[in-house]
C-alpha cells in the first residue's frame, strides 16, 4: 500500500483543517488506516483510525469531538476533518494502514506495516 497525506497547512486557531490520506495498491475498505502526530521533540502519537474499512472509528482523548476520521472507497481516500483547531494540535500528520492490525494495537504506530510521508499542520494563537 502506498500512502499520501496532504492537505495541511497554516490556520488560526479555531479554524478547520480537512486532511486526506489517498491510498494505493490496495482498497481502503480491507484496511485499518489511522492518523498519528508528531511535534517537534515529542513521540508520534495517536489521532484517530478507520478501522477496518469503517467499521468502527477511535478518537484519542485530546480530539475527541472535534475531529471526524471518514473515509470514500471510490477515491480510496481516508480524510480527518479537524475542527475547533488548538495551537497544540500544531504537528506534522501522518496516515498509516495495516489490514491485519487487532484492535489492542490500533493505537501503536509502530505495529502498521505501510505509512506515508506526513503533512504539517499548524495552528496559530
Known amino acids: 500500500v502506498q500512502l499520501q497525506a496532504y492537505g495541511g497547512g497554516l490556520v488560526q486557531a479555531g479554524g478547520s483543517l480537512r486532511l486526506s490520506c489517498a491510498a494505493s495498491?490496495?482498497?481502503?475498505?480491507?484496511?485499518?488506516i489511522a492518523w498519528f502526530r508528531q511535534a517537534p521533540g515529542k513521540e508520534r502519537e495517536f489521532v484517530a483510525a478507520f478501522w477496518r474499512g469503517g467499521s468502527n472509528t477511535y478518537y484519542s482523548d485530546s480530539v475527541k469531538g472535534r475531529f471526524t476520521v471518514s473515509g470514500d472507497s471510490a477515491k480510496n481516500t481516508v480524510y480527518l476533518l479537524m475542527n475547533g483547531l488548538r495551537p497544540e494540535d500544531t504537528a506534522v500528520y501522518y496516515c498509516e494502514a495495516d489490514s491485519s492490525i487487532i484492535l489492542s494495537s490500533v493505537r501503536m504506530s509502530q505495529q502498521y506495516d505501510y505509512w506515508g510521508q506526513g503533512t504539517l499542520v499548524t495552528v496559530s494563537s
Open positions: 495498491g490496495r482498497t481502503i475498505s480491507r484496511q485499518t
